[in-house]
């Protein structure tokens, strides 16, 4: 069974810093690009980040760039995303997501994602 399964998540202060881990399994999701979205009470899901197989290939949302970095472990086959200098507008369900119908690129969005996770919940007090 294919899987995304996100760790990581909590309660945060204002300008700190948390680390959420997606750990795969099921499958290699080696060439498939990945990425973190978020989705916060009565709005949409959007975008946080995403990268490449490799993670030559990076792109962040305006809302956290400088701030968040994603990076991959492939040895491991583990999808992070560090947080930090956080805001309470970061509060949100933070979601792991593979794009496992293609190989090399990138994808941007959610329904070029076919493998999610459940999500994990990020609340960060002002």
């Known amino acids: 069974q294919v899987q995304l399964v996100e760790s990581g998540g909590g309660l945060a202060q204002a300008g700190g810093s948390l680390r959420l881990s997606c750990a795969t399994s099921?499958?290699?999701?080696?060439?498939?690009?990945m990425a973190w979205f978020r989705q916060a009470p009565g709005k949409e899901r959007e975008l946080v980040a995403t990268?490449?197989?490799?993670?030559?290939?990076?792109y962040y949302s305006d809302s956290v760039k400088g701030r968040f970095t994603i990076s991959r472990d492939r040895a491991k086959n583990t999808v992070s995303l560090q947080m930090n200098s956080l805001k309470p507008e970061d509060t949100a369900v933070y979601y792991c997501?593979?794009?496992?119908?293609?190989?090399?690129?990138?994808?941007?969005?959610?329904?070029?994602?076919?493998?999610w996770g459940q999500g994990t919940q990020v609340t960060v007090s002002s």
């Open positions: 099921g499958r290699t999701f080696s060439l498939s690009p």
């Open positions: 990268l490449n197989w490799n993670g030559s290939s990076t």
């Open positions: 997501a593979a794009d496992t119908r293609l190989n090399f690129g990138m994808a941007y969005a959610a329904p070029e994602f076919d493998v």
